[in-house]
């Protein structure tokens, strides 16, 4: 099939690029001595999940058990829940994966939470494998790893029946931010946020062995760092006998324009894309041009980006990638995309135009199927198999 034929919106996947950022960042794992657990919430993928194991990914990361359910039933052994779980529907969940034969762990990090959880596993007869969410600087959920009340709470849950402390696990969620300030640059920024996650996961890693929970004193405590942006920059290194054990980087396969917007990769390095229509155009008094795609918000996501101007990056071709200029995609309706243009790429209606999302993996749960793509051929497709698995 020629992409010609593809009806639109449809959303395309290189497949060439796929696979070089799949092996740079097996690759990289290697380097760095740790184990790559890819998050599946990017792809939502069990063929993507394989691609990325068969290249020597120990695990799997997940943010709700719906997605764990998927990825069980496909055969996968080893998911991680990186969320603080609440609620015994998912507990009783999760206990059904563990009796498949899958070996489960989730987060913990307020004493109502562990409490809950712990009364009910233990009531069962079993121990759940946890770990304690940690902040090191985002300020999302987890507890912060430079305060004393922190390194007593780890504690306390190590001793709860039903519990089993195995690591410490974070995000640097504020790779995100970009630069602090104008004399600092992408790179910069990029190597400041992946050694504070590094440094402060193992200085909480040495405290928790002090304070004498068992994984750390033992050498078996999981130290868990991952975010696409931070891994770029990430170097491994030893510190009082702790080193970092695993990284989660999930939307490293696909790209947006928020990695190359922070740095992370360049334009052609993004293997998704976006298919679109022209589907209306005018021109207005002033010289610029108004046009619109028949991809609005259900498929190009409201998500702004990093130094971003639009929602999402026309691009005036492929291969090699190069942006549309004086083109911007300024607004989105459900099923619109506006464009204003006061550049001289002659866009008729009918034409079909690619887009480099904002946010690859907003865009990814719109979707029941993806469409691998190697120059102007279709190769293949792929199946979000945990669409919309929220729950």
């Not at 995000?171 to 504070?196: C, F, I, K, T």
């Not at 155009?281 to 002033?286: E, G, I, K, L, R």
């Not at 619109?292 to 929602?311: E, H, N, P, Q, R």
Request: net charge negative; charged share 25%.
């Amino acid at each position: 099939m020629l992409l010609s034929e593809l009806p639109t919106p449809a959303v395309l996947v290189d497949v060439r690029r796929l696979e070089a950022n799949l092996d740079a960042m097996q690759a990289h794992a290697e380097a760095q001595q740790v184990a790559l657990r890819p998050h599946t919430k990017t792809h939502k993928s069990v063929d993507m999940a394989r691609r990325q194991v068969a290249r020597g990914a120990r695990g799997l990361t997940v943010a709700k058990v719906g997605e764990a359910e998927v990825f069980a039933t496909a055969g996968f052994q080893d998911i991680r829940l990186a969320y603080a779980l609440v609620g015994e529907d998912k507990w009783e969940r999760v206990i059904a994966l563990s009796e498949s034969g899958c070996r489960m762990g989730f987060c913990v990090d307020t004493g109502a939470g562990a409490r809950a959880a712990s009364d009910y596993f233990h009531a069962r007869g079993l121990k759940a494998e946890v770990l304690i969410e940690t902040d090191i600087g985002y300020g999302r959920c987890g507890v912060r790893w430079d305060h004393a009340e922190s390194v007593r709470f780890a504690t306390w849950v190590d001793g709860l029946p039903g519990l089993r402390v195995v690591g410490i696990l974070t995000h640097a969620g504020h790779a995100y931010y970009g630069p602090h300030s104008e004399d600092e640059s992408l790179s910069q920024a990029l190597e400041r946020v992946s050694n504070q996650e590094r440094d402060r996961m193992l200085e909480f890693a040495v405290a928790l062995r002090e304070a004498g929970v068992r994984a750390a004193v033992d050498g078996s405590l999981e130290i868990s760092i991952g975010s696409t942006p931070s891994i770029r920059a990430f170097t491994n290194r030893v510190h009082e006998g702790f080193r970092i054990t695993e990284i989660r980087p999930g939307n490293y396969l696909y790209l947006d324009m928020t990695q190359v917007n922070l740095g992370v990769a360049p334009l052609d390095a993004v293997s998704l894309t976006v298919l679109a229509t022209v589907i209306s155009a005018h021109d207005h008094d002033d010289g610029s041009r108004r046009f619109f795609l028949d991809s609005g918000k259900k498929v190009l996501t409201s998500d702004g980006a990093y130094a971003s101007k639009g929602y999402g990056q026309l691009l005036a071709s492929w291969q090699p990638m190069t942006p549309m200029s004086d083109t911007i995609i300024n607004a989105l309706s459900e099923e619109h995309g506006w464009v204003r243009t006061t550049g001289s790429h002659p866009v008729t209606v009918g034409e079909r135009l690619r887009v480099v999302p904002n946010h690859a993996c907003v865009v990814v749960n719109t979707q029941r199927t993806l469409f691998l793509v190697d120059g102007e051929r279709v190769v293949g497709t792929v199946n979000v198999d945990g669409q919309s698995r929220v729950v």
